[in-house]
């Protein structure tokens, strides 16, 4: 890995990232921060270029020139090493990105972004662009984002990010982020006409509360009851404890596991499980190291000091959350749902109620991608549980009030935009 030869820059972003404050009207610090996110995306995106000309150029002498075979053999090597180095920078553009989603996540509520990770008419996630270095209309959208600031809207530029993936210029002065798609010439085609057409359908739903997106006719937004309980605190603190040289497990709450340890350190993972009757195990490292980390809360704001947070990105430490099984059948005895613990990639948790008058049961089923917030975002679960136990009763209602009695399946097999998206009859709540 070549995290360790960037660290000062690491350092520096993340304290940029920490002082950015969404309530200042100046903006100069917004701006800043991302004008250096730009140099280091430019700077890493010129070595991509450097060592993939560098690749060609040496496979060509392997299909060209007559080597030996200790020479092909050797040609082959390098080619591979050098195929490894450009897998390490682009992962270090992943990276610079996540500083650029910690600012999105900074102005705007994590809901209202999410749907601008996905396709506007299918479940799918949509393609990133590609590089900035050369981009015709990067000066043009710079420009833009400037212009904002002098009628005092906050904006940012949505290729520094992984997660906003519509439009040029995201505008951050309102609860629910405005994307703007930063035509280079008067002309049009049908990618254009498809992009602006998108986007409209976007801001409508995000206006509206409600819209076919997704692939989804008559998609709703509903809010959330409760306010997320969440345990940044208390991860920050075993981070803090591995950084001096000691493996730790801390747990906030019954059932839920932080454990930081020490890559330094040989590890008794029988010591630091011991205790958990069911262990769900959810790798971090792994999650950040695969780029699988996608609408979750940025580890690039979760972990709060700068060290730790180039401690995770370097591998110095390993976080492990852990949430017991046997703790969420036990919660499921408390309220009048059965739930089945799936965990298939695609189903999480699957809440079923036999319903008096109903041939069929009631079905919802919490997506595995939801579920894994708990462990990505540091939630509370016995905060996921009371939220999810007023909307299954919500749904339920208003499933019995409705007049065509749709199929009682709740369908939650795509993540939410607030706390559910909802169709009629299948109704996302993850």
Not at 239 to 247: H, S
């Amino acid at each position: 890995m070549i995290i360790g030869y960037y660290r000062k820059h690491i350092l520096s972003l993340k304290k940029k990232l920490n002082s950015l404050d969404p309530n200042d009207d100046c903006f100069d610090d917004l701006i800043d921060l991302q004008v250096n996110i730009v140099k280091r995306m430019l700077h890493t995106e010129e070595v991509i270029s450097s060592k993939k000309s560098e690749i060609k150029e040496l496979k060509r002498d392997l299909r060209t020139k007559r080597n030996s075979k200790a020479t092909s053999k050797a040609l082959k090597k390098k080619i591979s090493k050098i195929e490894e180095r450009v897998n390490d920078y682009k992962f270090l553009l992943y990276i610079w990105r996540c500083f650029g989603d910690g600012i999105a996540f900074k102005y705007i509520n994590k809901w209202n972004l999410k749907r601008l990770m996905y396709e506007n008419d299918s479940p799918d996630i949509k393609q990133h662009s590609g590089f900035i270095g050369g981009k015709e209309g990067l000066a043009r959208e710079l420009s833009l984002v400037l212009e904002a600031k002098k009628n005092n809207v906050p904006a940012m530029l949505t290729d520094i990010t992984n997660t906003i993936r519509h439009g040029d210029v995201c505008l951050l002065g309102d609860s629910d982020p405005y994307v703007i798609e930063v035509k280079s010439s008067k002309n049009s085609n049908k990618r254009v006409e498809k992009q602006i057409a998108s986007l409209k359908n976007i801001h409508e739903y995000l206006e509206n509360d409600v819209g076919n997106i997704g692939g989804r006719e008559g998609m709703k937004r509903v809010s959330l009851e409760y306010d997320e309980v969440h345990f940044n605190d208390i991860i920050t603190k075993a981070i803090e404890t591995a950084l001096l040289g000691q493996d730790c497990r801390l747990s906030p709450e019954r059932g839920v596991y932080y454990v930081v340890t020490n890559t330094s350190n040989k590890i008794d993972y029988d010591e630091l499980f011991t205790g958990i009757s069911e262990p769900i195990i959810y790798m971090l490292n792994q999650s950040k190291n695969e780029q699988w980390w996608g609408n979750y809360y940025p580890f690039t704001l979760s972990l709060k000091t700068p060290e730790s947070l180039y401690a995770f990105l370097k591998g110095n430490i390993y976080i492990i959350v852990v949430i017991d099984a046997l703790v969420i059948k036990e919660m499921s005895n408390n309220i009048v749902y059965d739930v089945d613990l799936v965990l298939d990639g695609e189903r999480g948790l699957v809440f079923s109620k036999e319903i008096e008058g109903s041939d069929e049961p009631f079905y919802m089923i919490a997506s595995d991608h939801y579920f894994s917030r708990i462990s990505h975002e540091f939630l509370s679960l016995k905060w996921f549980f009371k939220s999810q136990v007023k909307f299954l009763k919500d749904l339920e209602e208003e499933l019995l009030n409705s007049e065509n009695k749709p199929n009682n399946t709740l369908n939650s097999d795509s993540d939410s935009d607030s706390d559910s998206d909802s169709d009629k009859g299948f109704v996302p709540i993850s």
